[in-house]
T-cell receptor
């Protein structure tokens, strides 16, 4: 158990809908990362927050957004969902923002868009 | 643009054998190279990591070999066990500019009895 929690574990929804994925980092970790894992794209970095502020952005679609709250939990919002958004979404956390600080991954949220 | 290439895609090794997974990177600014292990239904977990100032790092049965000039690094699993059956991802990071991990495509390892 990494100490990172993600809810829900599974989400099934329809195209065009909007969903919110939630992540609670390990106690004491200030940095949160979101990754998408799909069969064709592998593990792709989406976005990073550090202590409430956006720190780095990867291949995140404009339909997707994220935020980190004062209690350090983070939410990933996915809107206007398409079939291709079906994937595993992982949240990871680390104590600091960089310098190879070990990232601890949560168990993921499996999103299925029908 | 795939910046970290990983091979093989899948690997079958007998119990007690050596599993070898290779990765190559393009971005010379990468300076931290972790390997992650992922079991079905779980998130990736850090296995071992190396920085380019050393050519080898060993932790138990797991060894990373690093060749800076060739921009390649590999994971060796000695005395492979059925419990090692998982998907392994190499990754790379530029610690100076960002914290995002760039992952390889993964290797599915199966260790048979």
């Amino acid at each position: 158990d990494s100490g990172v929690t993600q809810t829900p574990k599974h989400l099934i929804t329809a195209t065009g809908q909007r969903v919110t994925l939630r992540c609670s980092p390990r106690s004491g970790d200030l940095s949160v990362y979101w990754y998408q894992q799909s069969l064709d794209q592998g593990l792709q970095f989406l976005i990073q927050y550090y202590n409430g502020e956006e720190r780095a952005k990867g291949n995140i679609l404009e339909r997707f957004s994220a935020q980190q709250f004062p209690d350090l939990h983070s939410e990933l919002n996915l809107s206007s969902l398409e079939l291709g958004d079906s994937a595993l979404y992982f949240c990871a956390s680390s104590e600091l923002a960089g310098n190879g600080n070990e990232q601890f991954f949560g168990p993921g949220t499996r999103l299925t868009v029908l | 643009q795939q910046q970290v290439k990983q091979s093989p895609q899948s690997l079958i090794v007998q119990k007690g054998g050596i599993s070898i997974i290779n990765c190559a990177y393009e971005n010379t600014a990468f300076d931290y190279f972790p390997w992650y292990q992922q079991f079905p239904g779980k998130g990736p977990a850090l296995l071992i990591a190396i920085r380019p100032d050393v050519s080898e790092k060993k932790e138990g049965r797991f060894t990373i070999s690093f060749n800076k000039s060739a921009k390649q690094f590999s994971l060796h699993i000695m005395d492979s066990q059925p419990g090692d059956s998982a998907t392994y991802f190499c990754a790379a990071l530029n610690t100076g500019t960002a914290s995002k991990l760039t992952f390889g495509t993964g290797t599915r390892l199966q260790v048979t009895l």
